[in-house]
């Protein structure tokens, strides 16, 4: 099962804005596109379960999330995805809650960002929104000692669950950075599983602690994420598929011959 990872949904306004931030307007525009080649999003919940030995996921089931928390995912994300019934996560950050994206280098070609604040999360909760965590301050897990690790894991659990009534069971690596060492922290946190950056499939064998989720860019067209889905991979670019379903075939076709 594949998980898409966004992070903002807003104007661009710069070249370094454009990586991770998809324009509302594009953004309605990839949903439509995935709702009518057969994707639909299905809550994180049933790709949980289904790494328990529950249901298998049908063709074309996704997870989407959205890191960070940024406004856009209520102003812009909320409406598309709820007039399409779509189940979503927001991955939050639990200290800068209602603050901005400072944990980012700004160098001029950047903006600050606005994040949500305790009354729109409590808002997209009470929407049907997954809430979940992405640490307390967006820091590089690794280089920590271990009693910051823990406050940055098990105090983000505390501060969700006091905002939302119910800690979260799930994390998301800020950076995707993590270690042995980190995935025993979440482990020992209380986190059902944990969600890094690392492209591609998620076989229901997958490492709970390293559940894979697919990047969008900015620049990505509805056909280049239709083909990130379908090919679980970063690059959707036209001249990768053609690559892939040739590679795909030579095994075939190799096969056969055996």
Not at 44 to 70: H, K, M, N, Q, T
Not at 225 to 243: E, M, W
């Amino acid at each position: 099962m594949p998980v898409l990872m966004y992070h903002r949904v807003g104007d661009i306004e710069s070249a370094a804005e454009a990586k991770y931030c998809v324009t509302p307007q594009r953004f309605a525009a990839q949903m439509r596109r995935l709702a009518a080649a057969g994707w639909r999003s299905v809550p994180i919940d049933a790709l949980a379960a289904w790494l328990d030995g529950g249901p298998a996921p049908r063709e074309g089931d996704f997870v989407l999330s959205f890191d960070d928390g940024f406004e856009g995912v209520l102003h812009h994300a909320a409406p598309v995805l709820e007039a399409l019934g779509w189940p979503y996560t927001v991955f939050v950050v639990s200290g800068r809650i209602g603050r901005s994206d400072d944990w980012n280098h700004h160098d001029g070609s950047q903006r600050r960002h606005r994040l949500l604040d305790a009354g729109q999360l409590a808002e997209l909760a009470r929407r049907g929104c997954s809430l979940h965590s992405h640490t307390r301050s967006h820091a590089s897990l690794p280089g920590l000692d271990d009693a910051r690790l823990m406050e940055e894991l098990a105090g983000s659990r505390q501060d969700l669950q006091a905002l939302l009534g119910a800690a979260p069971r799930y994390l998301a690596y800020p950076y995707g950075h993590h270690d042995e060492r980190v995935v025993a922290a979440a482990r020992a946190a209380g986190y059902g599983a944990a969600f890094s950056v690392q492209p591609g499939f998620n076989r229901q064998d997958v490492d709970r602690y390293r559940v894979r989720r697919l990047d969008v860019f900015g620049t990505d067209t509805p056909a280049q994420l239709l083909r990130k889905l379908r090919l679980g991979s970063n690059d959707g670019r036209f001249g990768s598929a053609v690559a892939y379903y040739a590679r795909r075939l030579g095994e075939r076709l190799i096969g056969a011959r055996a």
